[in-house]
């Protein structure tokens, strides 16, 4: 039994709800009250699952987990945190974990310290080179203070510059490589990564160098942006460009502005909107915007508009990309951006570009223009209604059902049954049409991004790999194992998954909290671009998740299936994953729904709302079930 397990085994999740001062209530084999974590005292929507030792929230939060994510969730604090304190609770002696080592944090300093002398080589380069240095003054606006304030500089033609610059001063090569500004050559050696581009240091939110940002000045050059790979000290989803120097503006304003460019963020704090930040060409991630929650809860994209558009919303909501960087790509993911403002409590926005302009060339043209626009940002889900009404005959029955099938699945996602209200009278208003009728305008098959993380299967799922107490467990445990020895399934998997229409997969795919971190780092490592990902993948994962990770890797040795094999196999699990996961909740909405009905059925409709959801999604499941089980035979 791994560590997670047996304090999981010692602690009664409704022991613990109950002393966090949730009264609950005997509901069938469960247990039911008022959710802790919003503000609701007329709707019993929190459920408790004694025997799998988790629980749901139906009513605004729409989260769930084990008793690991209730600690987490109650007391705002991460995994590690969690365990130790549960593990005290439980008498389980857990290995102090430390985050870095001396000898690491000798190491990174170092690197830290290296980058620090690229930047004033980077810099003296700039400063010789007139062309330029004329570029960023007149095509960018550029003032010689702002190009000191954020060190920006020049990297020279050339495949040597800089080891021979270095090394004389005492640096190795390997130093160079570890701090992202040497690549290795295939055939032995080295060469510069960055050559002929304008480079812009970037800092962590306390100012330490993390790594580079360059950009080029050969327009037939590409990628037009190239970024330091991930090192030791750079990870680029955990960064945001500027922050160290907008930390304060942003507690001052009140207010956090996110914008593409690297060049966007300089040229706003020199207009004097320091309150501005970019994920360098990252999808924007959780762990950024938890950095801006620090300071703020307001929080508004400024999007260019080839990427929030029309096109974007168009193609799907989640395939819009810009082409700033083919190493990471920024997406505008509108119900990723829902689930985070939800999960985070924050206030999302957004505000497009006029005229096919750059955030940099408005305030170039007008410095008031651009306070104009942040202040006149929308919520998201209105920013899509009016993306794709836009240029549309709103007469059409079909242009009609089209905006509605795309609009629809985002308002499902609001957590708050009077936002979603809000909107679906909104949207009918704008299509001219009965609110009413808009639930038959749903696309066929599952429209819910969210999936439930909560219940037990009923369900036996036999699994040869994998012994454990829980047969969801089983499957998760078995799933987890596989994608750590092959993770490069993940992307057919997705792939797959689209085919089915249905989303790809999420961390709320897997009920445990243990699990769900480790396919975090899963997602995450597969996004970056390494030769090996599943070596990668290990060395990412968190070290209080090392003895679930050996135990994971030593269960899937043994794998006797070709790749197309496990492939099907894997599709299969998770589409019995997720049905499990509606069929419980549907199962639990109605004993709701007619206990509900039996204290008065002030609050029947919210039950009846969630139950609709999950009949669709079971639907759209049980229709990709039958295409997976015809391509077998």
């Not at 993390?210 to 590409?222: L, N, Q």
């Not at 994920?279 to 762990?287: H, I, K, N, R, S």
């Not at 243990?514 to 968190?542: I, N, T, W």
Request: proline share 4%; charged share 30%; aromatic share 6%.
């Amino acid at each position: 039994m791994s560590t997670i397990d047996e304090i999981k085994a010692k602690i009664d999740i409704v022991d613990l709800v109950s002393e966090a001062g949730v009264k609950l209530r005997k509901a069938g084999r469960n247990q039911t009250g008022f959710c802790p974590f919003h503000d609701n005292k007329h709707t019993p929507a929190f459920v408790v699952w004694p025997e799998s030792g988790t629980w749901r929230c139906f009513g605004a939060c729409n989260e769930g987990g084990d008793i690991f994510k209730f600690v987490m969730k109650r007391e705002g604090i991460d995994f590690k945190e969690a365990l130790q304190k549960l593990a005290l609770r439980a008498g389980v002696e857990v290995q102090q974990i430390q985050r870095e080592t001396p000898q690491q944090r000798e190491a990174y300093d170092h690197l830290r310290v290296l980058l620090e002398d690229a930047v004033v080589y980077y810099r003296s380069h700039l400063f010789a080179n007139n062309e330029i240095l004329n570029y960023l003054h007149e095509k960018r606006g550029l003032t010689d203070a702002t190009i000191e304030t954020f060190g920006l500089g020049y990297a020279p033609q050339g495949y040597d510059n800089l080891i021979r610059h270095f090394t004389s001063k005492g640096y190795m090569p390997q130093d160079l490589v570890d701090a992202g500004m040497l690549s290795e050559r295939e055939s032995g050696g080295y060469y510069d990564r960055f050559r002929n581009r304008i480079m812009i240091p970037i800092r962590d939110e306390n100012g330490k160098m993390a790594g580079f940002g360059a950009r080029i000045v050969d327009p037939d050059d590409i990628p037009k942006f190239l970024n330091s790979p991930e090192t030791a000290i750079f990870t680029k989803g955990h960064l945001l460009y500027g922050l160290d120097r907008a930390r304060k503006p942003i507690r001052a304003a009140d207010q956090a502005v996110i914008v593409e460019g690297y060049l966007d963020v300089i040229a706003l704090h020199q207009a004097g909107y320091e309150n501005v930040v970019s994920p360098m060409g990252t999808a924007l991630t959780e762990d950024q915007l938890r950095l801006l929650k620090r300071s703020t809860r307001r929080i508004v994209l400024a999007l260019d508009p080839d990427v929030a558009g029309q096109k974007a919303v168009l193609r799907g909501l989640e395939a819009a990309r810009s082409a700033m960087d083919k190493e990471g790509e920024l997406a505008f993911d509108a119900h990723g951006l829902l689930r985070n403002e939800a999960r985070l409590q924050a206030d999302l926005r957004v505000a497009t570009m006029p005229d096919d302009l750059d955030p940099d060339e408005i305030v170039a043209r007008n410095k008031e223009e651009w306070a104009t626009l942040i202040a006149n940002a929308k919520p998201i889900i209105t920013h899509v209604m009016e993306t794709v009404s836009a240029g549309q005959d709103l007469n059409d029955p079909k242009i009609k059902n089209q905006i509605a099938a795309q609009v629809l699945p985002l308002i499902d996602d609001m957590g708050s049954p009077l936002e979603r209200d809000t909107y679906r009278q909104a949207l009918a208003r704008m299509l001219r049409v009965d609110e009413r009728s808009l639930m038959a305008a749903q696309p066929k098959g599952p429209v819910v991004r969210r999936k439930p993380r909560v219940g037990e299967s009923s369900r036996r799922v036999e699994s040869s790999t994998v012994v454990a107490a829980n047969p969801r467990k089983n499957i998760e445990f078995y799933c987890l194992g596989v994608l750590l020895r092959k993770p490069e399934l993940l992307y057919r998997l997705d792939r797959r998954l689209e085919e089915f229409g249905l989303s790809p997969l999420a961390v709320e795919d897997f009920e445990y909290t243990d699990h769900q971190l480790m396919f975090d780092v899963l997602r995450q490592a597969m996004g970056q671009d390494e030769k090996d990902h599943g070596l990668y993948v290990l060395s990412q994962m968190p070290e209080a998740l090392s003895a679930l990770t050996n135990e994971l890797l030593a269960q899937t040795e043994k794998l006797d299936m070709l790749d197309d094999k496990l492939l099907e196999d894997l599709l299969g699990r998770f589409l019995d994953l997720r049905r499990s996961h509606a069929m419980t909740n549907v199962t639990q909405l109605k004993f709701m729904q007619d206990d509900e009905q039996e204290q008065g059925g002030e609050n029947i409709k919210i039950y009846i709302e969630q139950t609709m959801r999950f009949t669709r999604l079971l639907n759209g499941l049980d229709q990709a079930k039958l295409k997976l089980s015809k391509r077998q035979a």
